[in-house]
Nanobody
Framework: QVQLVESGGGLVQAGGSLRLSCAAS????????MGWYRQVAEKQRELVAV???????NYVDSVKGRFTISRDNAKNTVYLQMNSLKPEDTAVYYC?????????WGQGTQVTVSS
């Protein structure tokens, strides 16, 4: 069983920054993908950023140049540094882990950006 615990969400003014963290525990194979998704009510959950064990990253176009995903493999933790936040970044952000062909989700953390 795998557990993902997120932290770091909150309320910030436009132009501000937040850093999300997600710590994974349990039966995690050493090779995996970790990432962040976000969801606005009644809309589809969208991929924000993903990082492989080797450090390869991919971002949705709307956050390129503003968000940075990173990970600490020793701690099984993934981070999302969010800079220059915009009101349209407001969403619930979910941590995601794919390992051994299975997908796991965190409980979600609210990010609200005021204009």
């Amino acid at each position: 069983q795998v557990q993902l615990v997120e932290s770091g969400g909150g309320l910030v003014q436009a132009g501000g920054s937040l850093r999300l963290s997600c710590a994974a525990s349990g039966s995690i194979f050493s090779i995996n993908h970790m990432g962040w998704y976000r969801q606005v009510a009644e809309k589809q959950r969208e991929l924000v950023a993903v990082i492989t064990t080797g450090g390869s990253t991919n971002y949705v176009d709307s956050v390129k140049g503003r968000f940075t995903i990173s990970r600490d493999n020793a701690k099984n933790t993934v981070y999302l540094q969010m800079n220059s936040l915009k009101p349209e970044d407001t969403a619930v952000y979910y941590c995601n882990l794919i390992t051994l062909g299975r997908q796991y989700w965190g409980q979600g953390t609210q990010v609200t950006v005021s204009s």
